[in-house]
C-alpha cells in the first residue's frame, strides 16, 4: 500500500520555525516528484513547495519565497519543508503529494498519492 505520512506540524509563534516531514512507505520516492499543499480553514487547497524526483527542480508559491525551503532525503525516503519567519496566515493544514514523473515538479491533476495532513498554527 501506497502511503505518504507528514509530520512536524503544531503550535509556534509568529516568526518562528518549523520543519514539515513527508515520508513514504510501501514505495521509494526516487522516482517520485513531491508537491507540499495547505489548506486554511474556509479556504480552497493551494500549492506550496514542489521538487523534482532528484532534487534538481524546485518551485515556491509567492506567498512563502524566501521564508520556506524545499529539500529530499531519497535514502530516508523523506522530503522536507522548513518553514521559517512563519506568520499567522500560513497557518493551515499541510499536506504532501506524489506523482511518478522524473526531473520536474508534480502535476496537479497526475498526483498519484496523498497524505493525511498535518496541521500548522502560527499564534501568539
Known amino acids: 500500500q501506497l502511503q505518504l505520512v507528514e509530520s512536524g506540524g503544531g503550535l509556534v509563534q509568529p516568526g518562528g520555525s518549523l520543519r514539515l516531514s513527508c515520508t513514504a512507505s510501501g514505495f521509494t520516492l526516487d522516482y517520485y516528484a513531491i508537491g507540499w499543499f495547505r489548506q486554511a480553514p474556509g479556504k480552497e487547497r493551494e500549492g506550496v513547495s514542489c521538487?523534482?524526483?532528484?532534487?534538481?527542480?524546485?518551485n515556491y508559491a509567492d506567498s512563502v519565497k524566501g521564508r520556506f525551503t524545499i529539500s529530499r532525503d531519497n535514502a530516508k525516503n523523506t522530503v522536507y519543508l522548513q518553514m521559517d519567519s512563519l506568520k499567522p496566515e500560513d497557518t493551515a493544514v499541510y499536506y504532501c503529494?506524489?506523482?511518478?514523473?522524473?526531473?520536474?515538479?508534480?502535476?496537479?491533476?497526475?498526483?498519484?498519492?496523498w497524505g493525511q495532513g498535518t496541521l500548522v498554527t502560527v499564534s501568539s
Open positions: 521538487i523534482s524526483n532528484d532534487g534538481g527542480s524546485t
Open positions: 503529494a506524489a506523482e511518478r514523473i522524473a526531473f520536474m515538479c508534480p502535476r496537479y491533476r497526475y498526483l498519484e498519492v
